[in-house]
């Protein structure tokens, strides 16, 4: 299948080359790549690009995995690079700090935290300011699992709708409030509106860079998935998320594909690259105005700098399988294969006979 001609088989190169790029967005199903392949483009991009950040707003991070190196909400720099920063947030902690201690009681606080989702919006608002002052030249984002992500998304939204009400419930009911926070003692009007203040310059902050969001100069969606139904069906899903929320997105990475060449005796392979063939045409039906890239599944993880760097090789050319069939190379493999597997029925029955003949 690698080798057919049928459909045009693509690169990451258009995302390498679109050098107005300054977000890119890695996103997919959980466990399909998106570690792997933003962190692989975050490299890349840094080998063009002056600098290049990577954000994993992932709260079960792996970007330390990847690199084999701890990294914290701040960037740091990635061990044998000069311009590549990464740094892991985590979108559900941070709420207290983005409010202030301003956020600990009161009125406008208890209502900021009866709005769904507007804690995660402050705090991505409040990374977003951060890294909007520091000046990369792309930053990529390895997102979690696609719920999140479009949560994510609609982040600029939630915060414009929270503020709506909370500025009407304010008005409604302020006056009344602050007399009986008065007669009372507790509650500080100041602090109130130090608050509204702060979700006043987030919402500025979330719509400035939801405006970059949606010009596809200067932001575009990679999606990743796996040659499955499943797969096939979630992307769909995002796509169609992606086109309502107005955020392009041109390439969807296709990872852990088997190639019928490099499929040597093993029936259960075999079996499962045949299904996969029959998803690969459905992706590449579905998604013809799209660029397609294919990357192979590898006998073990990619993990680290220099098997990231390895695998790379396929974000810029199209993946040639190393072996073809008939070839001698591709006989030697099946008869090492075979050796293999008789080695080990052989084992099975000696450990069988040995059994028997105790009992
Ligand atoms: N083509 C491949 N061949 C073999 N192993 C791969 C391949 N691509 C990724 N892996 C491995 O699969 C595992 C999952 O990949 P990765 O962490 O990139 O996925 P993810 O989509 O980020 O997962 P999660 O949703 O858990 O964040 C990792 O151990 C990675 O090294
Ligand atoms: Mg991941």
Redesign the pocket.
């Known amino acids: 299948m690698g080798s057919s001609a049928e459909f045009p088989e693509g690169t990451l190169q258009n995302v390498l080359e679109q050098d107005s790029l300054k977000w890119i967005f890695v996103g997919?199903k959980?466990?399909?790549?998106?570690?792997?392949?933003s962190s692989i483009i975050s490299i890349l991009l840094a080998s063009i690009r002056e600098s290049v950040l990577i954000i994993s707003t992932?709260p079960?991070h792996?970007l330390s995995d990847?690199f084999q190196q701890k990294f914290t909400k701040s960037p740091s720099l990635v061990n044998g690079f000069s311009n590549l920063y990464a740094m892991e947030i985590d979108p559900t902690v941070e709420h207290e700090d983005s409010l202030g201690s301003a956020a600990t009681d009161g009125f406008v606080s208890e209502l900021a935290n009866s709005i769904p989702g507007i804690d995660e919006a402050m705090s991505f608002a409040e990374m977003l300011k951060l890294v909007q002052t520091m000046d990369y030249s792309v930053i990529v984002f390895?997102t979690a699992?696609t719920g999140h992500t479009l949560r994510l998304l609609q982040f600029p939204s939630t915060l414009e709708k929270g503020l709506a009400k909370i500025m009407s419930l304010k008005n409604r009911f302020g006056g009344l409030l602050s007399q009986m926070t008065r007669l009372l003692g507790v509650g500080d009007e100041f602090n109130e509106d130090a608050i509204l203040g702060k979700l006043e310059g987030m919402k500025e902050v979330i719509e400035r860079v939801n405006k970059q969001f949606k010009d596809p100069d200067l932001t575009t969606f990679v999606c990743?998935c796996i040659p499955e139904f499943l797969s096939l069906y979630e992307t769909e899903r995002l796509v169609q998320e992606l086109t309502k929320f107005e955020i392009d997105t041109h390439n969807i990475i296709i990872?852990?594909v088997i190639y019928d060449e490099e499929v040597v005796e093993s029936k259960l392979l075999k079996a499962r690259m045949r299904m996969q063939q029959k998803y690969l045409n459905q992706f590449y039906m579905l998604y013809d105005d799209f660029n397609i890239t294919k990357?192979?599944?590898?006998p073990?993880?990619?993990?680290g700098v220099e098997a990231l760097k390895a695998f790379s090789r396929n974000f810029l050319s199209v993946y040639q399988p190393s072996i073809t069939r008939g070839t001698l190379e591709e006989v030697e493999q099946r008869v090492s294969a075979l050796r293999e597997h008789l080695k080990n029925a052989e084992a099975e029955l000696d450990r069988l006979n040995k059994g028997k003949q105790k009992a």
């Open positions: 997919g959980g466990g399909v790549g998106k570690t792997t392949c992932d079960a792996n990847a390895d699992p990743v990872n852990q990357l192979p599944l590898l073990q993880e990619v993990c």
